[in-house]
């Protein structure tokens, strides 16, 4: 069974900076996406940046679109997170998650948590003002 492990977060001020990082275990067979979600206590997993896998293609969520980057080392079998201009609101469980998406990507539906089949169990991200 393969196994996404994030890694990476911890605490920031806000304003600064974060990298996440996203390793599998081993090659994920029939997925194209990898994405990032985030949770806070109480509310529902959203979508804040996916990468299609093969052709690079990315999308980002308005509220970090500019300030957020995803990118992939294939080689590696790993996603990245790089997160900058942190804001307090941006502290939440950051959890990686891969999954085959057959739609459009200039579509938020890529973002949409049940595109999704595997997922990570998330790291902490916690940012202070």
């Known amino acids: 069974q393969v196994k996404l492990v994030e890694s990476g977060g911890g605490s920031v001020q806000a304003g600064g900076s974060l990298r996440l990082s996203c390793s599998a275990s081993g090659d994920i067979p029939d997925t194209n996406a990898m994405a990032w979600f985030r949770q806070t206590p109480g509310n529902d997993r959203k979508g804040v940046a996916a990468?299609?896998?093969?052709?690079?293609?990315?999308y980002y969520a308005n509220s970090v679109k500019g300030r957020f980057t995803i990118s992939q080392d294939n080689a590696k079998n790993t996603v990245y997170l790089e997160m900058s201009s942190l804001k307090p609101e941006d502290g939440a469980l950051y959890v990686c998650a891969a999954g085959t998406y057959a739609g459009r990507w200039d579509s938020e539906n890529v973002l949409e948590f049940y595109e999704y089949s595997l997922w990570g169990q998330g790291i902490p991200v916690t940012v202070s003002s």
């Open positions: 990468i299609h896998t093969h052709h690079g293609y990315t």
